[in-house]
């Protein structure tokens, strides 16, 4: 199975500033996906980083706001811009389909955000 | 757009009582997935239902993946204080098989 890690696990900002989060795999994987968690509500997904391409982002997010790295097959990094106090949430990281893994995707701890 | 809904938003159940959560797609699925997430924890992968019709069983855990692969339902039998979470369904739309849009979840509260 697939060891996720995430950094910062959390963090206050105040607003304006940036955060960058970052996601590391213990394997290789094509797929990485950025998801945002409002406080008690679903997840929804940011977008999905893929190694040497852009990534790709849902609609109701912008790679101005929310830039994205893929630099190698085992890390990403998400960048929350211009912070206010709405992007408090918890963003998590997952993989897909992970080498050897019996499940379809695995999400990592996830960092919890508050801007003040 | 792909629409994914939940059915209860909250349970509260005494302990040793069933539970069943249903989630409905509003349009044909290649896959559902079922998560738990732990209060405070991230969602963890319970399960994958891939065929029309297909029921599987992980203990007190029973899911089932409608016949028009449209819908799903996950029932707990005896429900234990270890069963507290929330249970989200996720889908893979047929039309985008490398994205997974979850549903709103179903907050379960066991009382012992």
């Known amino acids: 199975s697939a060891v996720i890690s995430q950094k910062p696990s959390r963090d206050i900002c105040q607003r304006g500033t940036s955060l960058t989060i970052q996601c590391q795999v213990d394997?290789?994987?094509?797929?990485m996906f950025w998801y945002r968690q409002q406080p008690g509500q679903s997840l929804t997904l940011i977008a999905t980083?893929?190694?040497?391409?852009?990534?790709?982002?849902e609609s109701g997010f912008v790679i101005d706001k929310f830039p994205i790295s893929r630099p190698n097959l085992t890390f990403s990094t998400l960048t929350v811009s211009n912070l206010s106090p709405e992007d408090s949430s918890i963003y998590l990281c997952?993989?897909?389909?992970?080498?050897?893994?019996?499940?379809?995707?695995?999400f990592g701890p996830g960092t919890r955000l508050l801007v003040l | 757009g792909q629409q994914v809904m939940q059915i209860p938003q909250y349970q509260h159940v005494q302990e040793g009582e069933d539970f069943t959560t249903y989630c409905n797609s509003s349009?044909?699925?290649?896959?559902i997935q079922w998560y738990k997430q732990r209060p405070g924890g991230h969602p963890v992968f319970l399960i994958q239902?891939?065929?029309?019709?297909e029921v599987k069983k992980q203990k007190r855990l029973t899911f089932q993946f409608g016949e028009a692969k449209k819908n799903s339902s996950l029932h707990i039998t005896a429900t234990q204080t270890t069963d507290v979470g929330t249970y989200f369904c996720?889908?893979?739309?047929?039309?985008?098989?490398?994205?997974?849009?979850f549903g709103p979840g179903t907050s379960l509260s066991v009382i012992p």
């Open positions: 997952s993989v897909d389909r992970p080498p050897g893994g019996q499940e379809t995707q695995y």
């Open positions: 394997s290789q994987v094509t797929m």
């Open positions: 980083a893929n190694q040497g391409s852009e990534a790709t982002y």
């Open positions: 349009t044909t699925l290649s896959n």
């Open positions: 239902l891939v065929k029309s019709g």
């Open positions: 996720a889908v893979t739309p047929k039309t985008s098989y490398d994205k997974v849009i």
